[in-house]
């Protein structure tokens, strides 16, 4: 096995492996080191939603769309936080969004789409076939056949400069591994980093448990060490998840093959939407938590003791609230609620423009989190929860809605209440932070900056790892993200002069994964 390639990419997930590809595709020899037992990351994990425009399924479909179209509709989605926007990476994404998902359909990767987004003005959502796998067994088919060298079981401790100040490799496992014209950092984000939660958005949120646990941060703190900054650190997106379901997931069950994901492509392309719906909203109660709107229309979260735990207002804040008891609560609402939950336009959650999942499809697919009860003492009794302190909260909540103030948490959408059974609750629900979207400072070509805006040399970054202060605020964007930074990043590395001078001149070769918080380079 070599430990010295053209290209070195330091991270296997769907960013990672979509740089290999670039780099081994523009003539390069490629390596990629994996901390993990397995390539995948949280591409892996995703739903799988890729947000482009100009793709031929637009075409087919009839979307006539635009670069500048889909830059509007990202400003639309922003809002208030526009002004936080690196609006030229924004451009990068959008594009090269639709290019990429071409390439990806050229590799075997199949979509149901273009779907509606609110509040896009055109359809541009792009779902995987039959689910995120299908990016993972495409992006490792093509690495095998670009020769890629995939070495797992390798977390990397620091990066290696020569004595130009060059980034020439990096240490994993006692072991040196070269890039010679390139080093690309594509290790996710850093939701699973408590050091780093804590430092830049508060010990609350450092407590909120992240759906990939791997997702540690490592590359921020490798980047940093050689110069560049992180950016936008305080951002997180925090929210409630049921767990998963102890049922078949009709979606995920199905294996990620080429040829099965044509099949799937042809058979929901061709079923009564109806019919695909029903597939699908079993999907949706399986993975997706409540839409918070139910909590404006009424509905307030408890623990088991029956006790409120935050302001519902806030998603931040219950995730929070949630984690820092036993991380479980229950939504309760009334009959009321239910019945506006039942039917369109309310659902309680969605796949945005391909199924809804109401208060009946909760009651057939995820019996073990659906309890109904005539009484409120009964529901206690049926989902787990304390009796008296459920009795209490939902008194003083009554008053809380009559006087139209909250002294507890300072909730100010209080809905109708709960006042007419039969009464309801969904649950557990459990704190996540489904993304960390904090990056490292980055260029157009995905080349790592210092504060000063000069590039590192040898150094790329690319994915969330690399997300330089986009904000990426709807449904499919990271995804695509992703895929188009990791091609953008392994396309300039591969095209970067190759080093003459490869030694590492007698640097300190301590891991930097133990860096202090407080030596990190940041710009909030």
């Not at 050091?195 to 590359?219: H, I, R, S």
């Not at 989190?369 to 929860?385: P, Y």
């Amino acid at each position: 096995m070599s430990n010295t390639a053209d290209v070195l990419v330091i991270g296997g997930g769907g960013s990672g492996m979509s740089a290999a590809i670039s780099a081994a595709t523009s003539g390069s020899t490629v390596i990629i080191l994996e901390k993990c037992e397995e390539v995948g990351g949280s591409t892996g994990l995703s739903v799988g939603s890729f947000t482009a425009a100009n793709t031929a399924y637009q075409y087919r479909a009839g979307v006539n769309d635009s670069t500048d179209l889909f830059i509007e509709d990202m400003k639309v989605a922003n809002g208030t936080d526009e002004v936080r926007e690196n609006t030229v990476l924004r451009r990068v994404l959008a594009e090269n969004a639709g290019a990429t998902v071409e390439w990806l359909s050229s590799i075997g990767v199949q979509f149901l789409g273009p779907t509606p987004e609110p509040p896009y003005e055109k359809p541009r959502m792009h779902n995987v076939l039959p689910n995120s796998s299908a990016y993972v067994n495409a992006l490792l088919r093509e690495c095998r056949k670009r020769d890629v060298q995939v070495v797992t079981s390798a977390r990397v401790e620091k990066l290696l400069r020569n004595s130009d100040g060059e980034v020439i490799g990096a240490r994993a496992g006692g072991r040196e591994y070269f890039g010679r014209r390139g080093v690309v950092l594509a290790t996710g984000d850093y939701s699973a980093a408590a050091d780093l939660k804590a430092a830049f958005v508060g010990e609350a949120a450092a407590k909120v448990q992240p759906v990939n646990p791997n997702n540690t941060g490592d590359g921020f703190r490798l980047g940093n060490d050689v110069g560049t900054v992180m950016l936008q650190m305080d951002r997180l997106y925090e929210g409630l998840r049921f767990p998963p379901s102890k049922l078949p997931d009709p979606i995920k069950i199905l294996p990620s093959h080429p040829v099965v994901s044509r099949i799937v492509r042809t058979v929901v392309e061709r079923l009564p939407k109806n019919i695909l719906a029903y597939v699908l909203r079993g999907a949706l109660t399986s993975w997706v938590g409540p839409n918070n709107t139910m909590y404006s229309a009424g509905a307030v979260l408890v623990d088991e003791a029956g006790k409120r735990v935050a302001n519902e207002d806030s998603d931040k804040q219950l995730a929070r609230g949630v984690a820092a008891g036993d991380n479980k609560a229950f939504m309760i609402f009334d009959q009321t609620v239910a019945d506006k939950f039942s039917a369109w336009p309310n659902p309680v959650s969605t796949f945005p423009g391909v199924a809804y999942a109401y208060i009946q499809d909760y009651k057939r697919y995820r019996p073990d989190i659906f309890h109904k009860a005539e009484t409120l003492d009964e529901l206690a009794v049926k989902a787990g929860i304390g009796v008296v302190g459920l009795q209490q909260t939902l008194n003083d909540y009554r008053g809380y809605v009559s006087s139209g103030t909250d002294p507890e948490f300072g909730r100010q959408e209080f809905g109708n209440g709960i006042t007419t059974g039969p009464y309801y609750a969904l649950g557990p629900l459990q704190a996540y932070i489904t993304l960390a979207d904090g990056g490292l400072a980055v260029d157009s070509q995905l080349r790592a900056i210092r504060q000063d805006g000069a590039a590192i040399p040898g150094l790329w970054a690319a994915g969330s790892t690399g997300q330089g202060g986009l904000q990426l605020l709807n449904h499919g964007l990271h995804i695509a993200w992703a895929m188009v930074s990791g091609r953008i990043a392994g396309r300039h590395a591969a095209q970067a002069p190759v080093r003459d001078n490869m030694g590492t001149d007698g640097e300190d070769l301590r891991s930097v994964l133990d860096t202090p918080v407080e030596d990190l380079t940041v710009v909030v």
